[in-house]
């Protein structure tokens, strides 16, 4: 049995995840679907310091929810650190869909966001950018289809046995 290769899809957070794994399995990567995705271009536009001012602390986590978020804030910094140097090196077919409302309520942040989505998808080939432009950054529950048309997209071009 040969690698079974998958496309992901990862939204904020998910889409740098989304991102290491790609940059770190490539073998099992057919492409991805990156939903308004946090990436290290964004983070090296505003600062890892900064960045973490806008998760909250939480010494106690007891939810689900709160051991995420304790996990992320702690562990962006080494994320950030090792897809950093891999974003060109992606291979496979990836489209980043980004909110086409900011979000952030900081102008230049918003840029900041916006112009990481950009560069990423500058940043290689067989590369789309998509603007949700009804969304802000909830594109899941406000555009969905852009999603599932996007992962239509990749899985077109995932046939098996086509080279990259």
Known sequence: LGVRRMVLVGHSYGGLLSLYHAAHQPDRVAGLVLVD????IF???VT???LKTTV???PDPKTPKEVTITRMKRDMAEFVAATRPA???IRVPVVVITAGRPWFGKPPI???WRQSHEELVAAGKRRELV???KSEHGIPATEPELIVGAVARILALAEPGRKY
């Not at 995705?37 to 290290?40: I, K, R, V």
């Open 87 to 89: 974003g060109a090196a």
């Open 56 to 58: 909250p602390d939480i």
């Open 48 to 50: 890892l310091a900064w």
């Open 131 to 133: 603007v949700a432009t």
């Open 110 to 112: 918003d840029s900041a």
């Open 43 to 45: 983070v090296d536009k």
């Open 37 to 40: 995705p946090m990436n290290p």
